[in-house]
């Protein structure tokens, strides 16, 4: 489902990965500074490299040698970031049917996923009143509603403290369990890898140093 192919110079630091994957939760694993960060920006169309292909699925979104780069805004790839990045002035629900407006139409329905994020309760709040483990979930199912083709999860439990990752870490297996798009996980901390992910690519100095299944 994900076929990646990139190499960007950036300043002393060369990003030089490739890998395969057609896993359901594909992991980008290592440690600070590996390059996961800027694969998923070059997935995403934030980061343009200067050799490479990308593809989602049968879906092309970058190629090098035939000149494809299509705009980010146009290409049905949804990131979460480390930081929830929410609307502070509006509240969860306006927050997440914001989603649906950046798709263009009804993408998705609003009751099953704040159902499957444990949402009901927050509808009503602004962000500055949830936990950070909440704010995630609401930034995970804005990103649903958006109608992606894949969803791309950048350290999103990274700036959590260890309860608000084991109270977010069990919606993360429904959303695993119920989502039907690929998705790529991005951490440096092997639990959570081995909770949700199916494939794991070990990346380190740029490059891709292993690719293995997760065996339960």
Known sequence: MFDVAVRKVLGDFVLDARFKSKAAVTALYGPSGAGKTSIVNAIAGLLAPERGRIAVGDTILFDADNGTDIPAHKRRVRVVFQESRLFPHLSVRQNLLYGRWIAGHASGKLDEVVQLLGLEDLLARRPRTLSG???????????LLADPMAL?????????????????????EKLVGAARIPILYVSHAREEIERLADTVVTMDGGHVKSIEEVRR
Request: aromatic residues 4%; proline residues 6%.
């Open 133 to 143: 483990g909440e704010r995630q979930r609401v930034a995970i199912g804005r990103a």
């Open 152 to 172: 791309l999860l950048d350290e999103p439990l990274s700036s959590l403290d260890e309860a608000r990752k084991q109270e977010i870490l069990p919606y993360l």
